[in-house]
């Protein structure tokens, strides 16, 4: 079974090496502040910015959980006023109030107090609105930063520079300075190396230097980036890792997070090829962050996976498939057209064919519904073979109940199974019928109305019809 892929990871996860490497680097405390209070104005959203998903994770989840990977002692979120919902999505992390939202720094201050006690040890800020931050990149900017510098910045090389602030280094590769983009002088608009935002501090050295950074520009705002220049005049190194553009892309349009979502699909879907999954139409097919597929598996075009599906090996899912909250044993065939929904546990060698939706359903081994049928709330046996047009009336319009089919049952077309209501082992339900009790094993169970039949009677239907239009005529 493949793992489960996050985009910080060239193995398609956070790697357990990584994470022993993590642990056993110099045992100094870590503490992360994620920025996460800005409005989001260029959405166009009620929904705050960092809630947006991208491979069905919101981009704060996204951060997070690349930061988990450090194991710090605290974690704190910055929200804006108002933002309960962040809140609750990152819960159990704290949460840090930026009232006036004058800043980078602002924002950073806002979490002090939910670092009080925080005095040695490394401070890593975030930006809840980049999700590609990888693991790695983070493990190498604490690196960096406890082997000695009171500050390390995260910077890359995009393509165009145009309105990035610059890193200046000296000869010796320090960074002596962050200049916005406006200020810069020809020489140093030059420099194609550029500033993500990204920090690492030292907090018995550089935290102390947030009061004293002052407003004092265009925008009349904090800028945390002024803090590089205070500790270098207080005498302290500070240092610059490099990262790839695509790593550190901000979200902060409907656009970006098109692109966002775009740029983790294709790496995605790449990594699901080079791990044994044939995809016939990569470009149209939609993982979740935690799409789990094993090999041999074959999806045709246009299926979309959200959250919580894992997939096992031989596994056939063919177009126009829609599945969440899924598990699909080995050897299964699914779709085309198919929607499996939470809690649907497809076992192997089942068969789950076209306008079949599945939803708190368990299907077994080699079970087949095969064509236009909903089953809903359903226990259905290994081998039992459900016509089509069946429906599992699961739902009394108070109540959800269930129903059971047992092994090797076969339900004939167009049933009805009135929940709670159980069809034995074996049993066998005429098409048509509308089942309210149990069926008991190797039964055949009929509920329908009597069949008549008058001979010539639909000669002189069509008769009397033609007389009465004739009539009107």
Not at 179 to 187: I, L, N, R, S
Not at 366 to 386: F, Q
Not at 401 to 428: C, H, M, Q, Y
Request: proline share 4%; glycine share 10%.
């Amino acid at each position: 079974m493949a793992r489960i892929w996050q985009f910080a990871s060239p193995e398609g996860q956070h790697d357990e090496d990584l994470r022993e490497s993590v642990i056993k680097m110099t045992g100094e405390p870590r503490a992360v502040v994620v920025l996460g209070a800005g409005k989001g104005t260029r959405m166009k959203s009620a929904l705050p910015k960092v809630l947006h998903k991208i491979a069905g994770r919101t981009m704060i989840s996204h951060a997070l959980d690349a930061a988990s990977v450090l194991k710090p002692e605290r974690t704190v979120v910055v929200v804006g006023p108002g933002m309960d919902n962040v809140a609750a999505e990152v819960a159990p992390f704290d949460t840090a109030i930026q009232h006036g939202q004058s800043g980078t720094a602002d924002a950073l201050k806002a979490a002090v107090p939910s670092l009080k006690g925080f005095d040695q040890g490394t401070v890593i800020v975030l930006f809840g609105d980049s999700p590609f931050i990888t693991a790695e990149t983070l493990a190498n900017m604490v690196a960096a930063r406890e082997a000695g510098a009171s500050a390390v910045v995260l910077g890359f090389e995009p393509a165009d520079p145009t309105g990035y602030g610059r890193l200046v280094l000296d000869d010796a590769d320090n960074l002596t300075a962050i200049v916005e983009h406006k200020e810069c002088t020809q020489d140093q608009l030059r420099i194609g190396l550029c500033n993500s935002g990204f920090m690492a501090l030292d907090a018995a050295t550089a935290l102390p230097l947030l009061n004293a950074i002052t407003n004092d520009n265009a925008k009349g705002e904090y800028y945390l980036t002024d803090i590089v220049s205070l500790c270098v005049e207080a005498g302290h190194k500070c240092s610059v890792i490099k990262a790839s553009e695509d790593e550190l892309l901000g979200v902060n349009s409907r656009a970006d997070l098109a692109r966002a979502e775009k740029i983790w699909q294709d790496k995605r879907r790449l990594e699901a090829m080079d791990n044994g999954v044939t995809l016939t139409s990569p470009e149209s097919v939609f993982f979740a962050y935690d799409t789990q597929l094993g090999t041999d598996v074959i999806i045709e075009p246009h299926v979309v996976f959200g959250p919580n599906v894992t997939v096992g090996n031989n596994v056939t899912i063919k177009a126009f498939s829609h599945l969440e909250g899924a598990q699909v044993g080995d050897g299964a065939d699914i779709g085309p057209y198919a929607r499996l929904r939470e809690g649907s546990v497809i076992g192997k060698g089942a068969r789950v064919g076209n306008f079949v939706e599945t939803k708190k359903c368990t299907l077994g081994d080699g079970a087949k519904a095969n064509h236009l049928s909903y089953l809903g709330d359903a226990e259905i046996g290994a081998r039992a073979n459900i016509g089509a047009g069946t429906i599992t009336c699961n739902y009394d319009g108070f109540l959800k109940s269930k129903t059971w089919v047992g092994e090797a049952a076969f339900i004939g077309s167009n049933t009805s199974l009135v929940a709670p209501v159980s069809i034995g082992d074996g049993a066998i339900t005429g098409a048509g019928s509308v089942i309210t009790r149990d069926v008991s094993p190797d039964a055949i169970a009929v509920e329908r109305g009597e069949q008549k039949m008058r001979p010539g009677a639909a000669t002189e239907y069509r008769a009397a019809k033609k007389a009465l239009r004739d009539a009107q005529s």
